[in-house]
């Protein structure tokens, strides 16, 4: 079920659902952005995991969190919210230099959560380092204004 979730969410968000090439570090950087993104719009906490890297550190709202503060904190909020209010992607942009990537992107969300009307709009910063395993997010920073 999880499975058809996140295949849903990566066709509304426009996403690649094969491997990128190998070679293509851009292809593979966006992919585990956008990955990241469709597992929590999927509600798949595990998976969204799997696309950090052990020391990430994530700022969202004036504060800084580590993996285990969002795995067991954030994360779950982040899984509600996008999964109520998936967010559109308007642009995105992908920059490697050696084993790091900068990922940023632009959406817009509206919908309802919590009763509550959304019209906003997001913006994000991520930074991915190589590993042995694929590109892992290392750092997040997220913003969002009114739409």
Partial sequence: MKRTILASAVLMLGLPIGGA?????????????????????????????????????????GHGEDY????????????????AVPPVLSLDHVTVQGDMALYTGESTSTGTYRDREINSRGAETLVLLRTDSGWKIRHIHWSSGRG
């Avoid at 593979?28 to 890297?53: N, P, S, W």
């Avoid at 795995?71 to 509600?80: K, N, R």
């Fill in 21 to 61: 090439a190998q070679g293509n570090d851009e292809a593979a950087v966006r992919e585990a952005a956008h990955g990241f993104k469709a597992a929590l719009i999927a509600g798949d906490g595990d998976l969204a995991l799997t696309f950090l890297h052990p020391d990430v550190l994530i700022y969202e709202g």
């Fill in 68 to 83: 285990d503060a969002y795995a067991s904190g954030h994360l779950a909020g982040d899984i509600g919210f996008l999964s």
